[in-house]
């Protein structure tokens, strides 16, 4: 061999390649750096670039196919309506990024906003007792995340599997409880719920700010918080920490199923009423707002702001197709492969090691 061929690079333990210059033999540096860059932007701002690109791509593409050359796409109204429609989306991915943090996942959130939804508005009707609807949704909603809650902290069931269960269960519930129809009652007493402003913000948006609030809260600032990424981290190691692993899981499914009745609460208030279909796909949302926001499908990983950004990211979506005059199937369609790509950035950011 050609001792010129290689060369060792006094304090780096590297062979500069022959001919190589000493630019050429930095660049691997270079590169590493760029990537030890590139990533800490990643860790840092997530998918908000990938929201910021989103808004500029569809303010681009309404103002290229609008007839008066004009687009309202990027108005004050249209930002309001984004966040009106996002907000019961994001109630329900604020649970499910409890959930999903321990590693599991609920499909059952749209069937218990159902039937939370319908118990609730049955309550209301004139004659029952309008006083108990809004304890109704809570008290109904709590009560389907207990259910799952038991069933996988205690006897150590699949999540997949039991919610699954329960989502069909808690479907059939409302129908049951609707007789198949749709409850409607014009005259409830939580109608600002779904439809009277605060400081010219609509209640809806000041909700779904608190339940992020609160989340943000729990995670970051207190013991549960902390248990709840131990135990998604590494669940038997939590265990050996003393941590009460199963108290842990049924306490993030309660959690999870009281923010479904306040969707429930929500969702009935905006429109007066209620049936057993109220809520279909509304878990598809909820779990892709959670995985394109960052939080780990394996668990440990994740943040609640992340759940924003990803919430924020359908809504614009589903606002920006709308907008364009695509019909529903499309976004169906729109919808699948931006869950789909959650999936394939989860699976990435694991390889990665990101967190």
Partial sequence: ???????????????????????????????????????ALFERLGMLPVLLVMIVLFY??????????????????????VLRQVAINLVLAAGMTFVILTAGIDLSVGSALAVSAVLGMLVSLPGAAPALALPTFLVVGLAAGLLNGVMVAYFNLNPFVVTLGTMTALRGAAYLFADGTTVLNNNIGFAWLGNADFLHVPWLIWVAAAVVLVSWFILRKTIFGLHVYAVGGNPQAARLTGIKVPLVLLLVYALNGLFCGVAGAMSASRLFGANGNWGSGYELDAIAAVVLGGTSLAGGVGSIWGT?????????????????????????????????LAVLLDKWRQKQGFS
């Fill in 1 to 39: 061999m050609n001792p010129t061929e290689s060369l060792p690079v006094a304090g780096s333990g590297l062979a500069t390649p022959a001919g190589a210059t000493p630019t050429q033999a930095a660049s691997p540096a270079k590169q590493a750096a760029n990537g030890s860059l590139a990533r």
């Fill in 60 to 81: 681009a593409l309404t103002l290229y196919f609008s007839e008066d050359g004009t687009s309202n796409f990027l108005t004050g109204d249209n930002a309001m309506n």
């Fill in 308 to 340: 924003v950004v990803g919430a924020l990211i359908i809504g614009v979506m589903n606002n920006g197709l709308t907008i364009l005059g695509l019909s529903s199937f499309w976004q169906y369609v729109a919808k699948g492969a931006v869950i789909v």
